[in-house]
């Protein structure tokens, strides 16, 4: 065993322990969340993304901007585009958000993002962390609220995917020891869980759902899962109206299949890793990835997007065009939601139900034999004037 290597891996750890008590201290000293109300103007950047991004982005944009008309015209809201966040501008600059489109998207109070691309092992890009990871940590969006529904079924399932830490945190930042032992690390602070257990109960009391349910592997990933479990339990007892329950993750994989059992979940609670995992096996159920909107909140800031990648299968067969905007129109009314719009939000979520469950007149398939994103995002335009207009 080479003494140095350990040396080297246990400063890499140091160096990480400093920062991450760092970061929490930095939540402690954070304010509340921001008031959209008392905003003079509300300013939504839009950030394309790769591969199919910029078309959903783009024609979900269109559909925000049609709704919002008035305030755009009235100075309250402005659209403003944010280039840059593409593939090969990150690779360029070898960073995983360049410094200038950091303060661009600064400079906004919610953005609406497309997918990115993500370099991995073995791809020949450089090793640059994830734009979504990286946009999550540096605006401290610390909650992936997810939510799925299959009214037929009765099931309406909110997750809160805690977004900053866990397996995440410092994900691109594991230690290769030596040339047989490589260690990643797990991070979980008291701050990062109390404000994600807090939002969660917080949404079910508003939103009279009964339960929320915890998810861990806490039986095995004692401390740091261990830690979030107890956390989350505290904030609970709070919150004496709702009822707590605690499942493993294994288990509760399972148990989103059954159909018994299934509809009795109403908010999930749970680790940043399990959580991106168990919300496409939950959107897969609703109708595919592609029909699922995703909000990440923070106190300052908040971004919207699909769940899904950049599909770059698809642009590279020619079938963009063909891309479903549904993810990204889902993700729209939660922004509206967000900044407060409930009404606008509200019209857009009944449209999009109306257009991809009831009427159906247009459909994408991904391929030619379905319309195209332009003309599912026009059908749902002509939808929301012609039938839940105000
Ligand atoms: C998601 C995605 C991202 C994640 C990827 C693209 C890094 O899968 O938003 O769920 O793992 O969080
Ligand atoms: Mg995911």
Known sequence: MNQASIEAAVAAFRKLAEEQAQRAEDIKAQGDFKDYSKLDKIVIGICGGDG?????????????KYILADEVKAGKIEFRDIDGLTIENRVAHNKAIPDDVLEQLKACDVILKGPTTTPQAGDGLPNIESANVAMRKALDLFANMRPVKIPEEGIDWTFFRENTEGAYAVGSRGVAVN??????????????????????????????????????????????????????????????????????????TAKLIDEKRRKDFKVIVLPNLYGDIITDEAAEMQGGVGTAGSANIGKKYAMFEAIHGSAPRMVKEGRGQYADPCSMLRASVMLLNHIGKHKEADRLEKALDYCMFEDKKYTITGREDGCTCAEFAEYVMQTLTTKFGD
Not at 52 to 64: D, M, Q, R, Y
Not at 198 to 221: D, M
């Open 52 to 64: 199919i991004g910029p078309i959903i982005t783009k024609e979900s944009a269109n559909v925000l």
């Open 179 to 252: 040339d047989d032992l490589a260690m990643d690390f797990v991070v979980t602070t008291t701050e990062g869980t109390e404000r994600i257990a807090r939002l969660a109960y917080e949404y079910a009391r508003n939103n009279h759902k009964g339960r929320v349910s915890i998810v861990t592997k806490a039986n095995v990933i004692k401390t740091t899962d261990g830690k979030f479990l107890n956390l989350c339990k505290k904030v609970g007892a709070e919150y004496p109206d709702i009822t707590t329950d605690e499942w493993y993750i294994d288990i509760m």
